[in-house]
Structure formats: C-alpha cells, structure tokens
C-alpha cells in the first residue's frame, strides 16, 4: 500500500516539482538473469543560459504495474547546451510475457518546430521486451551514435543510430511518430519538411533527409525492431533532436569500404574523408568493436590538415567474435567551419570469419571413405559440417567467402558435434564414383568458417560394380531382366587368394528390401544374367550381387556390395498431359532418359522427347485416350575402367490423360478494419492459370498456432470477401482455388492480424445522480475482453473499488463505506484480458480518473 502510495503521489508532483525541457533520449536493457534486467535510460536535455531546470532522478514504468525511481548515475556537459543523463535501475518481472518500459518527463525544450507547444509536450520514450524462455536470453542493441545531430539548410543530412546487438540478433529500422503522454502519438506532429524526401533505411539505419528545407530544432522518432529467427522479440523507440542551420558550408566525405577478416588475425584498417570547403576534418568511430568484451578495438587520425584527412582503425579480433552478422563500424568526419560543423557518416560491415579446417586426410576402402582433420584454430567452434560430391569443383574460398556455396553441387551430408571430434566415416558411397569432401567448422551461431582444401578419393574397386538392371520386356507373370556387371580389378591376393563366386540376388522395388538368391556363378568373368518369370509390368525389381573368397574352410564375403534397381515408370495424370516419373535406385548417375511412346501410325514405340530431369510431362493429349510409353536412361560412374555409357530401359506402361491438375494458389490480401469489428479479404488471380476455377475457399483460425477452419465458399466471379468475427480481431487466413473437377489448389500466402485494440478508459466522470456519466465505463462498444482486474485507488493509496466485469460500473462509491467518493483525482491500475492472436493476453492499463461533482464542470474527454 505505501508503494501504491508513493507512486500516486510522485505522479501527481512530478509536473510542479521537475520541470525538465528534454531533447532526445532512449532506454535499452541487458538480461542479468531469467526474469532479471538491468534498464538504462539515457536523456539529453537542453543547459545554458535561461535553462535551470534539472533533472536529478526520473520514474521509470517498468510495464507490469510497478514503477520505481531511478536516480541519475552519469551527468556529462557537452558543447552547444546539451547535457547527457544516465539513469540505471534493475527490475526482476513475474513471469514470461510483452511488457513495454516507458518514461515519460513533463516538457520538451522549447521551439521544436514540428511539435506543437514543445515546451509543454510531455516527452515520452519506450521500449518493449519479450521474455520467453524457448527464445533464450536477450539484450537490447547498443546505440552507439548519439540521438542529437546538426545539419544544414539545401544539404543532405545522413545520420545512423550506430546499432550493435550483442546477440547477434537481426535489426530493422522505421520511423515513427515522437510519442507524448501515455506513449501517445504527440497531436499535430509531422516529419519535418524536406525538398525531396526524408527516409531511414529499413536494414543499414541510416537516416536520409534530402534536404531540409527550413532552419531550426527538429525532433524525429526511430523504431529499431530486434528480429531472431523471423521473430519480433523487441523494439526501441528512439527519440532523436536534430538542428538546422542556415549555412554555405558543405558536409566532408568519409570513404570506406566493407571488409572482411579472418578471426585470430590483426585487422589495420586505413580511412580517409576530404571536404569540398577545404575545412579541416575531425574523424572519429564508434560502434560495435568497441562494444565488445575485451576488445582491443582503436582508432587514432593521422592526417590533419585543410580538406583532407585519415584515420587509422586498429583490431585484434578473437575467436569469440565469429558470427553470421557482421559488426558495424561507423566512421564519422566532421567539419571545423562556422557557424556550424557539418557531418557525413559511413557505415562499415566487419564481417569476422572462422578459420578453414586443415590438414583434412582422407582413406578410402572397397567400401567406405573415412576423413580426420586437425582441430580448428577456434577453441569455441561447436564442431563440423561435412560436404560432398562426386568429382572435383576445383573450389577455392574468394575473399570473405565462408561455408560452401550451393552453386557448386555439394550436399551437406553431416555435422559432426564438438570441438574435438575431428573425423568421420562416410559408408553411404559407392563403388565406381570419386568423392569430393569439403569441411567447415561451425561456431556458436551457427556461423560457418572458411571451407578446407578439398579432398578426393576412390572406392579400392575389390569388389563388383553394378551396371545393367534393365527390362527386356513387360508383362505381369513372363516379364524379363537383364542383370549385368563390372567385375573387380583390385582383389587383394595375399588375403583372398580364391577360387571366387558370385550370388546374385533380387528383390521386389527399389531397395532390396527382400532379398532372395536366384543365381550363382563360379566364372569372374561371368558377368551377365538374365532374369525371367516376372510381373515387370507392376513392380520394379533391385538386385545385388556379392562377391565370395570360395576356399573351401575359407569362404567370407567380400566387401559389401551396393543395390541397384530397374526404372520403373508411373503417371501423374494432368489435363491434356501425362507427367511421367522416372523412379529408381541406382548407384550410377542417370544423365538422360529418352521417352518413347506407343504410335498407332508406326504400329511401334517411337521417340517422343529427352530430359535431364527423373520426369517428364507429354502434353497436347487427348483427354480419356490411353497412352504406353517407355524410357531409356543413360547414365555412367565418374571413373574410368567401367562401361560407358550405362544403358538400361524401363518397363512399358499405359495411362489415360484426365484433368487432376489443381489451379494455381491465390494471392490473398487482408487487412482489419477496427472500427466495423470486420476482416476484409480480397485476391487476385490470372486467366491463364485459372481458367477452369469454379470457386475459392477462405481458411481461418483464430490463433497463431490453430486449426484453420473453412468460413467461406466464394463463387469465381467474386474477388473479396468481409469475415465477422465473432471471439476476437485477431486471426490468420489463408485460401485456396477449387476448378471443375474439385482440384483443390496449394494453399495461398498465409496472413495473420491481431492490429486492433477496442477497449479504452475515459479519464473523467461525474457520479452526482442527474444519469449522465454516472458510471465509470469503458467507451462503448468494446469487443472480445474476457475480463479485467481492475482496482480504483485514492490520493493516499486506498483502495476505492475492485471488479472483473470489463463494463466495471463504478457508481463512484467507496466499497466499504458505500458512500460517493469525494471530488478528486483517483488512479487506477487495470489488467485487460483480451482475445489475441496467441490466445487470451494480459494487457496493462494505468492511468487517472477525475471525479467531478457536476457534468458542466468538466465535460466527459472522448
């Protein structure tokens, strides 16, 4: 009750105690713990002459309905009547959850020419945090550029917050409106006026005025959003000050270029700024290098001197600094001129690379490849992806080229977890290939280093290679396979001296999931079989052939051989066309597949096509008219010493053309419309693509991780669609086109609203009996709130009135007493509970409620 106490009261002094005349200011955070977090408030407020007003301590609301007093812990005076205030305050929070930190101070300095009456305007900040433990810990970016800069009349003005995340965390940047009372959109405010634009680039954060048009103080608020695995899981509302001159001065021009480094290693980084007025030019940095624990990061001008000069910037990187974003480095040259200094800023992305593997070694047996390499310089790294592909790329890492391009062909094929384990056995190859392998090391991340030396090896050839499962013709009880393969050249004598056997083995489908033997064969240059009996016209067939050491007392099989199956054709029927899919499984790459069809002209099969691809589509069809195809694959190992080309033919097999083939995904926009509680949906289609479509189909769910539902059938005719809600505004569609034949489309774009907030306190009422505004409510209409915790206090931190009903009906009377409170300011804390996109949310209100005795004494504010 004291607490409640003291906050009412320093609310209600603050304005007659602490008048403060502000300039710019954010707030930023660093996590101590799970639920614990050390704030930072920084303000900058206008000194000098006829400003006596100050500052000492400030109230921070920490946006779960507690708010403490932070005394100042930094004061520093800086040039040209601004003076830089530190405030720092730990808070530990009840539990996961938004909770949006403002501090507000009662005046803005005096004249700001886009704020009406600045000086009476309260000065309002914020920042919004999300705890939630599946996304681990989190620190606000750094803001290492100060919010106060100058510019001139007719030159373009460029500034950046010199943002850093420590967590590696991606950011954007918007604009945003500077914020009054209650973190409300100050009335009348408007962006300063420019001759041609005034902008902020959504990823680097520069701020873009070309060019300001009229002298004087200019306020301009930035949102820096904080992004982690495409979640939102925070913001700043950064208020920034900025004054123009009218001058002939003309700002200097910093040159630097991005640039990359192997961690480990001594980055000296040369930069240089010159200025058309040849005034002399004062270069300094900021940024994250020198944000980071135990940087060594430097920067020292060289070069002084009328219109020109350079800097030197100095870094001994670490291990600990690999990450997949790089760091930002903002070099800065300002003008010595008068009456005022002008500025350009470059931004420079350092991007800190890992270390290549070395020493990669690599073995090769009948049947495996195995692959050790040193461990990495890094001592951090978490351990190694491992690439491959069949024949050499001949790939070298270009300068600040890191892991290994997709462009080249190689598939990752494992990590391998931990500093220290620094080898790996491949066993899914095959005889008849080169295998290529590429190592890169992986950091905390997830960032990857540079990629080693490749390295390439050969399967020891000790044991037969597969080559020929092709179909000699189709039918479903005498269908025939020829079988064939290369033999060995590479037995090792002394171990298996002979005689040698070979057992032929087959299974129904594409994996040799049910081996039996059907053959053996003593000759090793035996190398053919053909098998017969089979339904070929509805199963495809795999075979294996292993190779025995047949010494009598000494019989054990050698190597361990691979599987390798027919082609196997089926459809996918279409309208107007049949898709033909080339299945199969075979340790030799198939490069090409000529497709042949049955002709009623020729009486034969003939060639209708070729491709690269594992399908084909024959279109032009005649739909409900069967048509028999088959293929011929060409393929071959990577290696010399086996057949080439490798020739097999599928299975003959028939299909009617018919209509299957779904319509093409709509492309859905949708938007809320708040005030008519309403969802408004509409598409866009293409002729072509749709010209059979009979209807759409509009899914909804009401929360982010729901089940969509279908609310909506919409003739073709109709491109829009209004949905009423009927639990909360907030929600996600998506939908989908249906043609003729009930082919339903993939589905749409996916969007998901939750933008509109209904319920709202007024600030005044009147409880004197003559029924106008004799109930303290909500304003109505209000839609999907659950309930509330609302609590009414006096001056001295009474409590007045509690309830849960969302309409509250406050008659103005004392709970206990039963008697009509006195006239008066009361303060309310309220938790809003309201149907989100996430489910029920908790949603903060605190505010004051004045209680007058009649209704002509202070009309209802709506």
């Given at each position: 009750m004291k607490k409640i106490l003291l906050l009412i009261l320093s609310i209600l002094l603050v304005f007659e105690l602490f008048a403060t005349h502000n300039r710019a200011g954010e707030i930023t955070y660093r996590q101590i713990s799970d639920l614990t977090f050390e704030i930072t408030i920084i303000t900058y407020t206008a000194t000098g002459p006829g400003w006596t007003a100050d500052r000492p301590e400030l109230e921070i609301e920490w946006g779960d309905n507690t708010t403490s007093i932070l005394p100042r812990s930094e004061e520093i005076f800086l040039p040209d009547y601004y003076k830089r205030n530190k405030y720092v305050g730990t808070h530990t929070y009840p539990g996961p959850g938004i909770y949006v930190i403002v501090v507000e101070d009662p005046n803005r300095n005096l004249g700001v020419n886009n704020i009406p009456n600045s000086v009476n305007t309260v000065f309002s900040i914020s920042t919004t945090m999300l705890i939630n433990p599946e996304i681990g810990t989190n620190n606000t970016p750094i803001l290492t550029q100060p919010p106060i800069d100058k510019a001139a009349v007719g030159q373009v003005f460029i500034h950046n917050p010199g943002a850093f995340d420590?967590?590696?965390?991606s950011l954007s940047y918007k604009l945003t409106t500077c914020r009054a009372e209650n973190g409300e959109p100050i009335e009348g405010y408007t962006l300063p006026a420019a001759s041609n634009s005034l902008t902020v680039n959504e990823i680097t954060g520069d701020l873009v005025w070309n060019t300001p048009v009229n002298p004087g103080v200019y306020n301009i608020a930035m949102l820096i959003e904080e992004w982690r695995d495409g979640i939102k899981i925070g913001q700043i509302i950064r208020d920034m000050q900025i004054e123009v001159y009218e001058t002939d001065n003309h700002p200097p021009e910093v040159i630097a270029l991005d640039t990359c480094i192997e961690a480990g290693t001594f980055l000296q980084y040369d930069v240089s700024a010159t200025d058309p007025d040849n005034d002399y030019i004062v270069l300094s940095a900021a940024g994250a290098p020198f944000e980071l624990e135990e940087s060594t990061a430097?920067?020292?001008q060289d070069i002084y001197a009328p219109g020109i000069a350079t800097g030197t910037f100095e870094w001994q990187t670490l291990c600990d600094y690999v990450r997949k974003q790089p760091y930002t480095l903002n070099i800065k040259a300002e003008d010595e001129s008068s009456p005022v200094n002008l500025v350009d800023i470059n931004n420079v992305s350092i991007t800190i690379v890992g270390p290549k593997v070395e020493n990669v070694?690599?073995?090769?047996?009948?049947?495996?490849?195995?692959?050790v390499w040193d461990e990495n310089a890094c001592t951090n790294v978490t351990g190694y992806n491992v690439y491959r592909r069949i024949t050499p790329s001949g790939f070298i890492p270009d300068y600040c080229e890191v892991g290994v391009p997709e462009e080249l062909g190689y598939s990752k094929i494992a990590y391998v977890e931990g500093f220290s384990s620094t080898s790996y056995n491949d066993i899914s190859v095959s005889q008849g290939h080169e295998y290529c392998y590429l190592i890169t090391a992986v950091f905390p991340d997830g960032a990857e280093g540079y990629a080693s030396d490749e390295v390439c090896a050969v399967l020891v050839r000790g044991i037969p290679t597969i080559t020929n499962v092709s179909v000699n013709s189709t039918d479903e009880t005498n269908g025939e396979i020829y079988v064939a393969w290369a033999k060995q050249t590479e037995i090792d004598i002394g171990e298996a001296p002979g005689p040698y056997q070979y057992v032929l083995y087959r299974s129904d489908g594409f994996f040799g999931d049910d081996l039996i033997e059907i053959a053996t064969m003593d000759d090793i240059d035996d190398t053919t079989f053909v098998d017969t009996g089979l339904d070929t016209k509805n199963n495809a067939w795999s075979y294996k052939v292993e190779f025995y050491n047949n010494e009598a007392g000494n019989r054990f099989l050698i190597g361990t051989p691979h599987i390798a199956s027919s082609v196997f054709i089926d459809f996918q029927q279409m309208e107007n066309a049949l898709k033909l899919n080339f299945n199969k499984n075979t340790p030799w790459v198939n490069s090409e597949y000529t497709v042949y069809r049955y002709s009623e002209t020729l009486a034969d099969f003939d060639s209708i096509g070729t491709t690269g691809a594992e399908s084909y589509i024959d279109d032009g069809l005649i739909n409900g008219k069967e048509y028999c195809y088959y293929v011929i694959s060409t393929g071959s190992y990577s290696i010399d010493g086996i057949i080439n080309p490798i020739i097999n033919l599928s299975q003959e097999n028939c299909e009617e053309a018919i209509d299957t083939t779904a319509p093409c995904s709509p492309y859905m926009v949708a938007t809320s419309t708040c005030d008519s509680v309403r969802f408004n949906i509409d598409w866009d289609y293409n002729d072509t693509c749709y010209d059979d479509v009979m209807e759409y189909r509009i899914y909804f769910t009401q929360h982010l991780d729901g089940t969509f539902e279908l609310v909506h059938t919409a003739p073709a005719t109709t491109q829009s669609y209004v949905y009423y809600p009927e639990i909360g505004m907030a929600g996600c569609f998506y939908m989908t086109a249906v043609?003729?034949?009930?082919?339903?489309?993939?589905?749409?774009?996916?969007?998901?609203?939750?933008?509109?907030?209904?319920?709202?306190?007024?600030?005044?009422?009147?409880?004197?009996?003559?029924?106008?505004?004799?109930?303290?409510?909500?304003?109505?209409?209000?839609?999907?709130?659950?309930?509330?915790?609302?609590?009414?206090?006096d001056r001295w931190g009474l409590l007045m009135f509690e309830t849960d009903d969302p309409d509250i009906n406050w008659d103005g009377r004392n709970y206990k007493s039963g008697k009509i409170v006195s006239r008066g300011v009361y303060y309310y804390i309220c938790d809003v509970y309201e149907q989100r996109l996430t489910g029920v949310e908790v949603r903060h209100l605190h505010g004051f409620i004045h209680v007058f005795d009649s209704q002509e004494e202070n009309p209802i504010q709506e």
């Open positions: 420590p967590d590696g965390d430097s920067f020292v070694a690599i073995d090769a047996t009948t049947t495996e490849i195995s692959l043609d003729s034949f009930s082919n339903e489309s993939f589905v749409s774009n996916k969007i998901c609203l939750d933008d509109c907030t209904y319920y709202e306190l007024p600030n005044v009422f009147t409880p004197n009996g003559d029924n106008i505004h004799d109930l303290f409510q909500p304003f109505f209409p209000y839609y999907f709130v659950e309930k509330v915790d609302m609590k009414i206090y």
